[in-house]
């Protein structure tokens, strides 16, 4: 298995294009089940699940091409199978995302239970009683979630008692096609739910109110094809700022969305970052200060991302005075911490929140993370370590950050990936 291998690095100083949003391209792909029309996806970040998604639309009998590195075209015309196996849905959860495509348009579908996973047990129950009301009938039957549906899916009125970004999604993307109008209550808000719901119209869809916790869907009879930009992803962009400030350096992450890192940038701002943000860019300076320890707590969007969480962790271990990050969206979040003690940090967890004492002096370790973005704040402790980090396992990190090393490197880093 390949491994990180890094040494202690100067402050990163540079820029860096930052990739599309994996967790925008999962379900932005998954739109071309809705029709039998080509859909051209451009800005796609070359990533273990981005290939995973490309081979279960394979499965299902679409036809692919990827004419270029980030550009993939797909057509769903000659779909031959409404069948996730397990073999791929266990490696990506998203994969529960074709549910409602699929149920929409072929009426029927079956896909594995993705089952629980590092952070979380992540139910998929909100999913399955959302569907439901709009008439589906589901079963639950040697592990595979069975769906289907009498003509076309109903319009409802879907109150989801907890925010979730899948639930959304695939509610959405069903929706779009069903008959008459369904409202989504107690909505997420993520800037990636925006997108679904911008390609969704370019298609031809009617979805009014995505961004807020309410969303109206209008179904029509059939959409069109698309060529579709996905959005800059936010979390590559603020591990960058945080490997950044980490690091007491200077970086620009270009070809970035930085209306969609407003509790991100705050945070860093607290932690005594210089931030300046152009149409596209953020550029952070700690004009070669240490950070200040920051008290963090996420929570769905417009709040502090969990998806950012483990990274700050590491921020605030090696920051000046004491500083709280809470966890509240995932209950078992914290594999980071146990690996980051390895490597000398004086951090504790209590209940939901990892407490820690700051001015950490890291030594290099071999560590592992059993998930993405622990994965990433190792990698950033790594920067700042005495010695050298190896980081291992790092196939969660291929999951979500396109050429971490090289964009690394390119900032100054020292670091490199052993094939094993
Ligand atoms: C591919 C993708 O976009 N992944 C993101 C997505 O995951 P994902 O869409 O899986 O996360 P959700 O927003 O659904 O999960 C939020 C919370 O709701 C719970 N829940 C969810 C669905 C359900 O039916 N029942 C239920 O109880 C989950 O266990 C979790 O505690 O949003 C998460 C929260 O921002 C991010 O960390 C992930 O990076
Ligand atoms: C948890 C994440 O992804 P997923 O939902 O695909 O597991 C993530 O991107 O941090």
């Known amino acids: 298995m390949d491994k990180l291998v890094i040494k202690k690095s100067p402050p990163l100083d540079g820029r860096v294009r930052i990739s599309g949003a994996k967790n925008a391209a999962l379900p932005l792909l998954m739109t071309s089940l809705l029709t039998n029309k080509a859909c051209r996806y451009t800005n796609v970040p070359q990533l273990r699940d981005i290939n995973t998604t490309v081979a279960l639309l394979k499965e299902l009998g679409v036809e692919v091409s990827r004419p270029d590195n980030n550009e993939v075209m797909l057509n769903a015309a000659s779909l031959n199978s409404v069948t996730a196996s397990y073999e791929l849905v266990r490696t990506m959860r998203a994969s529960i995302l074709v549910l409602g495509p699929l149920l929409a348009s072929q009426g029927k579908a079956n896909v594995s239970l993705p089952g629980g996973c590092a952070i979380g047990a992540r139910p998929v129950n909100l999913h399955l009683s959302g569907l439901e009301k709009m008439g589906a009938e589901i079963e639950v039957d040697e592990g595979y979630i069975r769906a289907t549906v009498d003509g076309r899916l109903k319009g409802a009125r879907i109150f989801m008692d907890m925010v979730s970004v899948g639930a959304t999604e695939n509610l959405m993307m069903a929706a779009s096609l069903a008959e008459g109008k369904t409202i989504l209550e107690n909505a997420a808000r993520e800037p990636e739910i925006v997108d679904l719901a911008n390609c969704l119209n370019q298609m031809g869809a009617k979805v009014?109110?995505?961004?807020?916790?309410?969303?109206?869907?209008?179904?029509?009879?059939?959409?069109?094809?698309?060529?579709?930009?996905?959005?800059?992803?936010?979390?590559?962009?603020?591990?960058?700022?945080?490997?950044?400030?980490?690091?007491?350096?200077?970086?620009?992450?270009?070809?970035?969305?930085?209306?969609?890192?407003?509790?991100?940038?705050?945070?860093?701002?607290?932690?005594?970052?210089?931030?300046?943000?152009?149409?596209?860019?953020?550029?952070?300076?700690?004009?070669?200060?240490?950070?200040?320890?920051?008290?963090?707590?996420?929570?769905?969007?417009?709040?502090?991302?969990?998806?950012?969480?483990?990274?700050?962790?590491?921020?605030?271990?090696?920051?000046?005075?004491?500083?709280?990050?809470?966890?509240?969206?995932?209950?078992?979040?914290?594999?980071?911490?146990?690996?980051?003690?390895?490597?000398?940090?004086?951090?504790?967890?209590?209940?939901?929140?990892?407490?820690?004492?700051?001015?950490?002096?890291?030594?290099?370790?071999?560590?592992?993370?059993?998930?993405?973005?622990?994965?990433?704040?190792?990698?950033?402790?790594?920067?700042?370590?005495?010695?050298?980090?190896?980081?291992?396992?790092?196939?969660?990190?291929?999951?979500?950050?396109?050429?971490?090393?090289?964009?690394?490197?390119?900032?100054?880093?020292?670091?490199?990936?052993?094939?094993?």
């Open 208 to 420: 009014t109110g995505a961004g807020t916790d309410n969303i109206h869907i209008e179904g029509v009879a059939s959409l069109n094809g698309c060529d579709y930009r996905v959005l800059p992803d936010r979390i590559e962009t603020g591990t960058f700022l945080v490997a950044a400030a980490a690091s007491g350096g200077k970086v620009r992450c270009e070809a970035a969305a930085p209306d969609t890192l407003d509790a991100v940038l705050d945070k860093l701002e607290q932690a005594g970052a210089h931030i300046t943000i152009g149409d596209d860019w953020i550029e952070l300076d700690m004009q070669g200060k240490k950070p200040r320890a920051v008290k963090v707590k996420t929570a769905p969007h417009p709040g502090f991302p969990t998806d950012m969480q483990a990274q700050f962790v590491t921020l605030n271990c090696i920051a000046t005075g004491s500083g709280v990050v809470t966890e509240t969206i995932f209950e078992n979040r914290f594999m980071h911490v146990p690996e980051l003690q390895r490597m000398g940090a004086d951090i504790a967890l209590e209940g939901n929140s990892a407490m820690s004492k700051g001015g950490s002096e890291l030594k290099g370790a071999p560590v592992m993370a059993t998930d993405l973005r622990a994965s990433a704040s190792l990698v950033i402790a790594g920067l700042i370590a005495e010695g050298e980090t190896d980081v291992n396992r790092i196939y969660h990190l291929d999951r979500g950050y396109e050429s971490i090393e090289d964009k690394l490197s390119a900032l100054g880093a020292n670091i490199r990936r052993d094939k094993e």
